[in-house]
Nanobody, 126 residues
Framework: QVQLAESGGGLVQAGGSLRLSCAAS????????MAWFRQAPGKEREFAAA?????????YADSVKGRFTISRDNAKNTVYLQMDSLKKPEDTAVYYC??????????????????WGQGTQVTVSS
């Protein structure tokens, strides 16, 4: 079992920045991929970014590429999502941290991630 706990959400003006954190516990994460998904009201949950815990390779959705940066701190067992140049309304959503076994490629499908955090709200205002 892997337990995930997100933090760092909040209200930010368009063009601003936020950093989300996801603290992981319960299992060694070296064979895992950690991902961030987001879900806006009335929309399906969508992939945002992922990182391989072992080699720190990354994957980004086109909608966030160049604006968001995913990283991890091995000593703290924590994954971060640095979000810059935030846009209204497209970046407003509940952001979820997820974990799944890394099989040599990144999956953007939420069904491949068995472990989820409770989510943290990000609201971008004008």
């Amino acid at each position: 079992q892997v337990q995930l706990a997100e933090s760092g959400g909040g209200l930010v003006q368009a063009g601003g920045s936020l950093r989300l954190s996801c603290a992981a516990s319960g299992r060694t994460l070296s064979s895992y991929v950690m991902a961030w998904f987001r879900q806006a009201p009335g929309k399906e949950r969508e992939f945002a970014a992922a990182i391989s815990w072992r080699d720190e390779s990354t994957d980004y959705a086109d909608s966030v590429k160049g604006r968001f940066t995913i990283s991890r701190d091995n000593a703290k067992n924590t994954v971060y999502l640095q979000m810059d140049s935030l846009k209204k309304p497209e970046d407003t959503a509940v952001y979820y941290c997820a974990a799944g076994v890394y099989r040599g490629f990144f999956s953007r499908h939420n069904g491949n991630y068995p472990y989820w955090g409770q989510g943290t709200q990000v609201t971008v205002s004008s």
